[in-house]
């Protein structure tokens, strides 16, 4: 049983253009959720998080949206670089288990 | 890259033979965890710890144990290993209060078994 879903395997966008890349999620408990990026040979890096208390938050080119009623959250890029080309996981917990539960990954191709 | 170290970084080994792997951390956090990476599965928890000598399973543990005899190391083994645990294996630590805390990875350890 999936609890934390990426439904789209791979997106390829248009440098300049923005990216949204996708997460659902089904268990009620969960009120933190972290975007990580990881490029081939790395370890994954993070990237953005949010609390159940926002909607949204901010970093730069990266925003993260939360919709806890649609249980759905997604990261948005604005603009696309090269550089951001990576595979995106999201990540979800109930606040103070300290453990995380992964979707299975979006591969982004960024076209120069 | 928060300190974290993994060894070996590459492992080719045997079906059948015992693997260890290791996780070591510069910086003194209490919680430390070991996942795999597999195609169409992303990150799986195997195991975690909450500090010396205490720890826990995760999703996927199965075939493996873990130990932490002091902080800044944990261990990962695979007592007999198979070829379904040729993977990445990630190790991470936990950095931050509770609502606000963040997992930092080491760089993975390729295991293939043959």
């Known amino acids: 049983d999936q609890q934390v879903k990426q439904n789209s395997p791979s997106l390829s966008v248009q440098e300049g253009r923005i990216s949204i890349l996708n997460c659902d999620y089904t268990?009620?408990?969960?009120?933190?959720f972290l975007w990580y990026k990881k490029y081939p040979a790395e370890g994954p890096t993070f990237l953005i998080s949010i609390s159940s208390i926002k909607d949204k938050n901010e970093d730069g080119r990266f925003t993260v949206f939360l919709n806890k009623s649609a249980k759905h959250l997604s990261l948005h890029i604005v603009p696309s670089q090269p550089g951001d080309s990576a595979v995106y996981f999201c990540?979800?917990?109930?606040?103070?288990?300290?453990?995380?539960?992964f979707g299975t990954g979006t591969r982004l191709k960024v076209l120069a | 890259d928060a300190g974290i170290t993994q060894s070996p970084r590459h492992k080719v080994t045997e079906t059948g033979t015992p693997v260890t792997l290791r996780c070591h951390q510069t910086e003194n956090h209490r919680y430390m965890y070991w996942y795999r990476q597999d195609p169409g599965h992303g990150l799986r928890l195997i195991h975690y710890s909450y500090g010396v000598k205490d720890t826990d399973k995760g999703e996927v543990s199965d075939g493996y144990s873990v130990s932490r005899s002091k902080t800044e190391d944990f261990l990962l083994t695979l007592e007999s290993a198979t070829s379904s645990q040729t993977s990445v294996y990630f190790c991470?630590?936990?950095?931050?209060?509770?609502?606000?805390?963040?997992?930092?990875f080491g760089p993975g350890t390729r295991l293939l078994v043959l």
């Open positions: 990540a979800a917990t109930p606040v103070g288990t300290y453990k995380y539960i």
């Open positions: 268990n009620s408990m969960f009120d933190y």
């Open positions: 991470a630590i936990s950095v931050g209060q509770s609502d606000q805390e963040t997992q930092y």
